[in-house]
């Protein structure tokens, strides 16, 4: 228990002012523009949204890594065999996995060092788990600029300490000015537009609003009500048609009356073409998302050479994450592993690749060759001749009495 409190004691703890580069810089703190509990909850509850970030998250790192080490480094294997212990240990795959839907929907992600002074596991934070982040501002005379971050501070659910920015992994893309936040794709559908004295609404709010009133559509429209026009009724009719009204079931009603009148049902105005509207808001909606899914599957027409252009564009835009990643595990990951472990990182240099490593085909012609030159035993032949669907005896044919051949 000790050992645990001693852990996240060092992982709470800030640096003091003194290791600051300039001893007159300043500090202030900073929040998302937009709470990132929000937009995940849009990626929870949006088919649309949730869709388009898991596909991209899965494009991104969805095909698994590997890792490769300089062959040339003296100790290359052991440097090679520490990184991959510590990936198993921590499962950093599945770590990635995770982490890529919150880096994708929210521009945002944070892991925890529990032993920031030796690296002996990970663990991530709840997408709000972090309040604001702590800048240091650099100021002299006119000179007034962003240093770098300080500490993040937690919310007072969590404990509301300050993490050292030693003990955190912040990942984040698509980072706007000095902020010290990223930027997922799911924002822009929160943020609402402000141009001179008109506010447009966000695009998550137009959209659910159009869903919303869908339905009702349908119950007024589907089954219409039939209006019934009373020429000299009395005071108790009118009151027995108001009743039947206000409890008329969804599917409509129909009301009679024996006398003279005229009937009419009502119908939606032909001129309201609000489809228009509607595909526009949508098309906008699906834009925000930067992923073709949604139009695969709910347009007609969207044939099969517009949707493999469409994923060459979204593969314009999962290439730039893939890289920070990579470059993000092999400087906070792979070399503080390296480094703990006594090996040289820079020599060593283990690289995260994605993907699956590559497999020399080995063509039947040259495994012949090989055979008659001598370089691989006739049995070993045989063996690789089983794989490739060859029916061979398991004995040579030459030890088989002759009986028995056929």
């Known amino acids: 228990m000790n050992s645990v409190l001693r852990r996240l004691f060092e992982a709470f703890r800030v640096k003091t002012r003194g290791s600051y580069a300039y001893s007159q810089s300043q500090t202030v703190y900073e929040n998302p523009s937009i709470p990132l509990a929000d937009v995940m909850k849009l990626y929870e509850r949006d088919p649309a949204c949730k869709a388009s970030v898991d596909l991209l998250a899965a494009s991104t790192v969805g095909m698994g ?32 996995c995770e982490m890529a839907r919150v880096l994708i929907a929210c521009g945002n992600d944070f892991w925890l060092k529990v032993t920031p002074e030796r690296l002996t596991g990970l663990h991530r934070l709840p997408v709000d788990a972090v309040e604001k982040i702590e800048h240091s501002f650099i100021q002299e005379d006119r000179l007034k600029m962003p240093y770098k971050v300080e500490g993040y501070k937690l919310r007072a659910a969590y404990g509301g300490e300050t993490l050292n920015p030693e003990a955190v992994i912040h990942w984040r893309i698509n980072c706007l000015g000095t902020s010290g936040y990223g930027t997922g794709v799911l924002q822009v559908l929160l943020h609402s537009l402000t141009f001179q004295s008109d506010k447009r609404p966000a695009y998550a709010w137009m959209k659910a609003k159009i869903e919303r009133i869908m339905p009702k559509i349908f119950e007024k429209y589907a089954g219409p009500d039939v209006l019934a026009l009373l020429e000299r009724a009395d005071a108790a009719t009118i009151q027995k ?72 564009l979204q593969e314009m835009l999962i290439k730039p994450v893939q890289r920070y990643i990579k470059r993000q595990v092999e400087q906070s990951i792979f070399a503080h592993v390296l480094f703990q472990a006594g090996f040289d990182p820079s020599e060593a240099r283990v690289r995260l690749n994605w993907g699956a490593p590559k497999t020399p085909q080995i063509s039947i012609t040259d495994m012949l060759k090989a055979a008659e030159l001598g370089l691989i035993r006739p049995e070993e032949f045989r063996k690789n001749a089983v794989k490739w669907g060859w029916e061979l005896w398991e004995k040579s044919p030459e030890t088989i009495p002759e009986e028995a051949k056929p």
């Not at 062959?71 to 990635?96: C, I, W």
Request: net charge negative; charged share 25%.
């Open 65 to 96: 890594f590997y890792t490769t080490v300089n062959e040339n480094y003296s100790r290359a294997q052991e440097a090679k065999s520490a990184v991959d212990h510590f990936n198993e240990e921590v499962n950093l795959d599945t770590l990635l």
């Open 241 to 312: 048609f108001e009743k039947a009204i206000k409890s008329r079931p969804e599917e409509g009603v129909w009301l009679f009356y024996s006398g003279k009148g005229e009937i009419k049902p009502l119908t939606i105005d032909p001129r309201a073409r609000f489809e228009y509207y509607m595909d526009y808001i949508i098309n906008q909606f699906y834009l925000g998302c930067e992923t073709p899914l949604p139009r695969l599957f709910s347009t007609p027409g969207f044939t099969e050479a517009s949707a493999r252009a469409a994923l060459e």
